[in-house]
T-cell receptor, first 113, second 110 residues
Framework: DTEVTQTPKHLVMGMTNKKSLKCEQH?????MYWYKQKAKKPPELMFV???????INESVPSRFSPECPNSSLLNLHLHALQPEDSALYLC????????????FGPGTRLTVT | GIQVEQSPPDLILQEGANSTLRCNFS?????LQWFHQNPWGQLINLFY???GTKQNGRLSATTVATERYSLLYISSSQTTDSGVYFC????????????FGKGTMLLVSP
């Protein structure tokens, strides 16, 4: 099974709201990732968790707060977002081994009004 | 950081035609993946191919690591092949921090 699941599929939120995106994998992978993809652009890395520890934060604004409660789950907490944060948010996971193929979830399409 | 260039940026084919997509990268890589992004945004793994040649049905890929390029071949294209094809590379091991090319937008018409 090479499935990564993400909820919700779509999210509309106001600039004063707090919401969370969720990601889950049951492949025994030990690295999990958040990417942001704007329309007609490639995905861009936001955060990397390796063995449940934050390993990379690509200078993402603090209004995005990641959390890795356990090796299967990854959350992205959203607060005080701006309209320009509207995008497709993709979660991925990999084994965290020497040869490290990433598998992506279907994404959450976020609109900030 | 590493640079990834894909060509062509756009491609229009008639159903049944063959095509070759190219990915050039600027440094030695530990990881190279080809993805197909469907119209709903799902990134589908096509190949994990840091070197060598692989085939999967009508698709095949070749990476020549020493010359820093990879090719994706699509034969007998179908309308369901439409979408964006991304090449993504990484220098690291342990966990990968993929850098994506800008993609090739493929439209296959019936």
């Amino acid at each position: 099974d090479t499935e990564v699941t993400q909820t919700p599929k779509h999210l509309v939120m106001g600039m004063t709201n707090k919401k969370s995106l969720k990601c889950e994998q049951h492949m025994g992978h030990r690295a999990m990732y958040w990417y942001k993809q704007k329309a007609k652009k490639p995905p861009e890395l936001m955060f990397v968790y390796s063995y449940e520890k934050l390993s990379i934060n690509e200078s993402v604004p603090s209004r995005f707060s990641p959390e890795c409660p356990n090796s299967s789950l990854l959350n992205l907490h959203l607060h005080a977002l701006q309209p320009e944060d509207s995008a497709l948010y993709l979660c991925a996971s990999s084994q965290a081994g020497v040869f490290d193929e990433q598998y992506f979830g279907p994404g959450t399409r976020l609109t900030v009004t | 950081g590493i640079q990834v260039e894909q060509s062509p940026p756009d491609l229009i084919l008639q159903e049944g035609a063959n095509s070759t997509l190219r990915c050039n990268f600027s440094d030695s890589v530990n990881n190279l993946q080809w993805f197909h992004q469907n119209p709903w945004g799902q990134l589908i793994n096509l190949f994990y191919i840091p070197s060598g040649t692989k085939q999967n049905g009508r698709l095949s890929a070749t990476t020549v690591a020493t010359e820093r390029y990879s090719l994706l071949y699509i034969s007998s294209s179908q309308t369901t092949d439409s979408g964006v094809y991304f090449c993504a590379v990484d220098l690291n091991s342990g966990y990968s921090t993929l850098t994506f090319g800008k993609g090739t937008m493929l439209l296959v018409s019936p």
